[in-house]
C-alpha cells in the first residue's frame, strides 16, 4: 500500500509547522506587552488586542495543530518499523532523547494554552502581568525551541 504522504514530505511540514509555532509563540507575549502598557481601552489596546487574536487564530492555532498531526504521524512511522515485536518492547527501543524532547513538547504546548488563556483575560480587561513580565516571557519559546532542536538534531 502507497502512503499519501511520504517521511521526507511529512518531516519537512512539521519544520514549517514548528517554526510558524514558536514564532507566533515569541510574538505573543511582545503583543501583550504593548497591551499591559497601553491607555485602557485606547486606540493602542485595542489594535493590539485585535492582532493578539489574530496571531492567536490565524497562526497558532493551525500550526500548533499541524506541528502535533505531523509529530504523531512521524513517531507512528518510527514505531511502525516492526509490529511484529510486543508494543512495550517497541516503545523500550525508543530513544532517551525522544521523551526529553517529548516534555518539552509538552511544556511548550501548555505555555500555549497559558498565553491563549492570558490573552482571553488581556481581553476582558484584567492585566495581571507588567510589561517587564512579558518581555521575559516572550523568551521562553526561544529556549525550549533550542533545547528541543538539540535533541532531536544530535539524539544524544
Known sequence: MEHMIGYDLARGLHIIAVIAWVSGLLM???FYAYITSSQAGGELEQTMLKAARNLRMIILT???ILAWAFGVFLFATYLVSDWARPFPEILGSVP???WGKLILVL?????HGFLSAEGRRLASGQRRHSERYWR????VPFL?????VLLATLEP
Do not use: C, D, K
Open 28 to 30: 505573543l507575549p511582545r
Open 62 to 64: 493551525p500550526s500548533i
Open 96 to 98: 532517551h532523547w525522544f
Open 107 to 111: 511544556a511548550l504546548s501548555g505555555y
Open 136 to 139: 521575559l516571557m516572550s523568551e
Open 144 to 148: 525550549v525551541a533550542i533545547a528541543v
